[in-house]
């Protein structure tokens, strides 16, 4: 089946401006995760999903990001006011999570990411 | 919260011979381990995973050891081959039916000598 998908693959923005970065993860699976990578570094974590629970947002560095999963499926990941900070890699993930599943549940598939460009 | 730190940055090695990358972590409630491997400008893969109940596990070339007490595990490549080239990344977490985000190390990138 097809994998985490994300678009766009790369996006340029002007400092200052929003941007909002799509996700769609493997089907079934109800957990998702956000992370950040900036160029030749570790991946941050960002946010988690999990079914209809309340996010785990403990890893949004301001408050200009923010995330939505609508549905239980698809996320949109939203910076506003872009700075040249936020320029990085910004990959998503999922599992399948839940009581069932066996240890394979918890196994995260990456995205190809999102290269985000601010100048 | 969790931390991760991983060594070394970079690893240069002839082909042939072995690789061995390690990770330390901080929080003991941790209990899953995977390793990722990410070549330029692609996703990272999971090439293998270790929970807190073994001390080792083995997949062909690759292994991972894990020693709770002293909180660090490691990832032993033999045999490399140019392939084997990319950038690897530990990671922690506890696992739950509700999943939990992972905490990765900065990262090595390994280069294998023809």
């Not at chain 1, 999990?50 to 609508?70: C, H, I, M, V």
């Not at chain 2, 941790?30 to 293998?48: A, D, V």
Request: proline letters at 4%; aromatic letters at 8%; hydrophobic letters at 30%.
């Amino acid at each position: 089946g097809a994998g985490v998908s994300q678009s766009p693959s790369n996006k340029v923005t002007e400092k200052g401006k929003d941007v909002e970065l799509r996700c769609d993860p493997i089907s079934g699976h109800t957990a998702l995760y956000w992370y950040r990578q900036s160029l030749g570094q570790g991946l941050e974590f960002l946010i988690y999903f999990q079914g209809n629970s309340a996010p785990d947002k403990s890893g949004l560095p301001s408050d200009r990001f923010s995330a939505e999963r609508t549905g239980g499926s698809v996320s949109t990941l939203t910076i506003q006011r872009t700075q040249q900070e936020d320029s990085a890699v910004y990959l998503c993930a999922s599992s399948r999570q839940g009581a069932q599943g066996g240890l394979a549940k918890n196994i995260q598939y990456f995205g190809a990411g999102t290269r985000l460009s601010v100048l | 919260g969790e931390n991760v730190e991983q060594h070394p940055s970079t690893l240069s090695v002839q082909e042939g011979d072995s690789a061995v990358i390690k990770c330390t972590y901080s929080d003991s409630a941790s209990n899953y381990f995977p390793w990722y491997k990410q070549e330029l400008g692609k996703r990272p893969q999971l090439i293998i995973d270790i929970r807190s109940n073994v001390g080792e596990k083995k997949d062909q070339r690759i292994a991972v050891t894990l020693n709770k007490t002293a909180k660090h595990f490691s990832l032993h490549i033999t045999e490399t081959q140019p392939e084997d080239s990319a950038v690897y990344f530990c990671a922690a977490s506890i696992e739950a039916n509700a999943g939990n985000m992972l905490t990765f190390g900065g990262g090595t990138r390994l280069m294998v000598k023809p």
